[in-house]
């Protein structure tokens, strides 16, 4: 599965949009990106996936960049609760039940602040 | 619905025990996934099961094994305990159909060795 690059901490005010980025420069075509969080001392959160077209659901919104060397996970308006580790995964898209693992790095540490 | 779930929360073992952690999956999803996350660190893949069998393992010893049973619940045994092995433990689980294959994350098991 491709690396990934993140940058180890960010800061956003309470209100405003987080937008985290992630690089995979050397992302293969039938990889997808996935982005999951970890607040202190729980299980990773699920929060979106994309191949290669832009996503939103109603906890965020995904951009992947036409060349599909980077992505960018946008929360539309940060609360306090948002405060986590944001992790950035591709992975291949195995045949069903085919070994589907989730390879993680040190992800993002989001602070979101009065 | 009932996310995943993990038993028990917390547990607390000495050198050279062995532990035998369990894990509930979502309704309808088949397979069951163990990482192990150690402090500071992004989840590390244990193994992945579908349909009772292993379809993935990680970088770990064979003082790790697992298993699922009929009902896709499943179990993460660790023998001969090493102060190494504490560590929050978790369990995801996957609706296999598709090559998405979103994982979702129960709350973990922490354990500590002492």
């Known amino acids: 599965d491709a690396k990934t690059t993140q940058p180890p901490s960010m800061d956003c005010a309470e209100g405003r949009a987080a937008n985290l980025p992630c690089n995979h420069s050397t992302i293969s075509g039938n990889e997808y990106v996935y982005w999951y969080r970890q607040i202190h001392s729980q299980g990773p959160q699920y929060i979106i996936h994309g191949l290669k077209n832009n996503e939103t659901n109603e906890m965020a919104s995904l951009i992947i960049t036409e060349d599909r060397k980077s992505s960018t996970l946008i929360l539309p308006h940060a609360t306090l609760r948002d405060t986590a580790v944001y992790y950035c995964?591709?992975?291949?898209?195995?045949?069903?039940?085919?070994?589907?693992?989730?390879?993680f790095g040190t992800g993002t540490q989001l602070k979101v602040e009065l | 619905d009932a996310g995943v779930t993990q038993s028990p929360t917390h547990l607390i073992k000495t050198r050279g025990q062995h532990v035998t952690l369990r894990c509930s999956p979502i309704?309808?999803?088949?397979?069951v996934s163990w990482y192990q996350q150690v402090l500071g660190q992004g989840p590390q893949f244990i193994f992945q099961y579908y349909e009772k069998e292993e379809r993935g393992r990680g970088n770990f010893p064979d003082r790790f094994s697992a298993r699922q049973f009929p009902n896709y619940s499943s179990e993460l045994n660790v023998n001969a305990l090493l102060l190494g092995d504490s560590a929050l433990y978790l369990c995801?689980?996957?609706?296999?159909?598709?090559?998405?294959?979103?994982?979702?994350f129960g709350p973990g098991t922490r354990l500590l060795v002492l």
């Open positions: 995801a689980s996957s609706f296999v159909g598709t090559l998405q294959e979103t994982q979702y």
């Open positions: 309704s309808g999803h088949k397979s």
């Open positions: 995964i591709v992975r291949v898209a195995h045949a069903p039940g085919g070994g589907n693992k989730l390879t």
